[in-house]
């Protein structure tokens, strides 16, 4: 069984600089001063992955208007992510972490249980960070489906 960290609110959030959509670098720890919701999804353009970018696409304004930003984290290349904002309209940043370093740091990657069998792979999950970059939400195996308006409502914004 592999074992992977779990990162709790109050934890500090591992900083990592990966590329974006467009091949420039993104780096957490520039963004302090700032809210960030990170969230971790195992593959640009397949069916639940897109429900839960247009989801956050879709709550952009209000999101932005709270003082969130919003990365998206994937093994996806550079190609793939800028291929997927163009086709889905996604004006926020995709990362890609293809070593699957990041998705460690963040303990998004392990062990999971997927339709009924033990694989290993990413584990959607949402980290939503506070201006010095602590954790305050931390959101391990989250659903696809009705995950933005879960955390909205976890984050005390309204629809």
């Known amino acids: 069984m592999t074992v992977s960290v779990r990162l709790a609110p109050g934890d500090t959030a591992p900083d990592f600089t990966l590329d974006d959509q467009d091949g420039t670098p993104v780096t957490l720890s520039s963004l302090r001063g700032g809210k960030v919701i990170l969230y971790f999804y195992p593959a640009a353009k397949t069916p639940g992955c ?10 952009m304004a209000s999101l ?13 290349s550079v190609a793939v992510l800028r291929s997927f904002a163009d086709e889905q309209s996604l004006a926020f940043p995709l990362l890609s972490d293809a070593s699957v370093e990041t998705h460690h740091a963040y303990g998004a990657y392990g062990e999971k249980n997927l339709y009924g069998k033990v694989v290993t792979g990413v584990i959607r999950s949402t980290f939503v960070l506070d201006e010095a970059g ?12 009705g995950h933005v308006a879960s955390l909205r409502k976890k984050l005390g914004l309204s629809a």
């Open 64 to 76: 932005g208007s709270s003082g969130y930003r919003v990365l998206g984290i994937s093994k996806d």
């Open 134 to 145: 602590v954790l305050t939400h931390t959101l391990y195996n989250v659903k696809a489906t």
């Open 50 to 59: 897109t429900t839960q970018a247009c989801d956050f696409r879709d709550s």
